[in-house]
């Protein structure tokens, strides 16, 4: 034994038993444990300043390496999900309501509800939400949470779904890499990470071709274009890679094309930077 009730032990009767070994409690003063603490520490500090997510908080629930090592890239979704939302639509939440569906729904998913919490609104708020008080905050908001789970449907193993303000984006994990997969009733492929031109308009020729145009003519790259309709002529989705910054005026050109419903731009970036 190492540990006593009273430190120091003093005339404890336990030593006078035979069978009984005391030994001082200093293994952790040892050179070689001393240099695997600092190590550890190091390795902390530089992982969250990095955006990840620290292993051994003394003030939350512990999960173990393989755990963590598969909910790290469903957390970075859920945060995804939850700062595309509050950039397409922003406005006070009410409650935040979270689906998980298949594989991800038989994991501890604290840590997926709390990357949802931050991504909702860590814009709004000086606090620094982590994995810790991310509860707290939502509650001292007066916002209710909803977590559901389900078996899988469709052609998805794991399947987040996020609902706010009557709003719906669903994602999942491919290879290890976020993707959303529903924004409302449209279906999209989008890797969320970059820089987003979001725009819903109706589906008839001309739109497409004058938004292209006016970022043309502002020197504004597109990298890649998704673009979903609920039925031909109907109501339509487009999704805008860009490779540089959209300036405000430009902008305002691109909500001021005819058939034009409404454009937002967005940032999203990796590692609990978004």
Do not use: C
Not at 153 to 164: D, E, K, M, N
């Amino acid at each position: 034994m190492d540990v006593f009730e009273q430190e120091p032990p003093g005339e404890n009767p336990l030593f006078t038993l035979p069978n009984f070994i005391a030994t001082p409690h200093i293994a952790a003063s040892t050179v070689e444990a001393q240099a695997s603490v600092a190590f550890d520490v190091a390795e902390e500090v530089a992982a969250v300043l990095a955006g990840e997510l620290p292993r051994y908080a003394v003030n939350a629930p512990a999960l173990p390496p393989e755990e963590m090592a598969y909910l790290r890239p469903f957390a970075d979704l859920t945060e995804r999900l939850a700062s595309l939302h509050a950039q397409l639509f922003g406005g006070r939440v009410g409650s935040i309501e979270l689906e998980f569906e298949g594989q991800v729904a038989q994991h501890d998913v604290n840590l997926l509800v709390a990357s949802a919490i931050k991504g909702v609104l860590q814009g709004f708020t000086e606090d620094r939400i982590n994995a810790v008080n991310a509860r707290l905050i939502a509650a001292g908001r007066g916002i209710k949470i909803v977590e559901r789970r389900g078996h899988a449907h469709g052609s998805y193993t794991s399947l987040i779904t996020l609902r706010v303000q009557g709003h719906e984006l669903a994602g999942t994990v491919l290879m290890d890499e976020p993707r959303v997969v529903r924004i409302d009733g449209f279906r999209v492929d989008l890797v969320p990470d970059g820089r987003f031109l979001v725009s819903r308009h109706e589906d008839r020729p001309g739109v497409v071709g004058r938004v292209g145009t006016i970022l043309g003519e502002h020197d504004v790259n597109i990298a890649s274009m998704l673009v979903g309709r609920d039925a031909p002529r109907g109501r339509a989705m487009m999704i805008l890679a860009v490779d540089d910054p959209v300036a405000e005026s430009v902008l305002d050109r691109l909500r001021d094309v005819d058939g034009m419903a409404d454009l937002h731009y967005v940032e999203l970036r990796g590692g609990g930077d978004s």
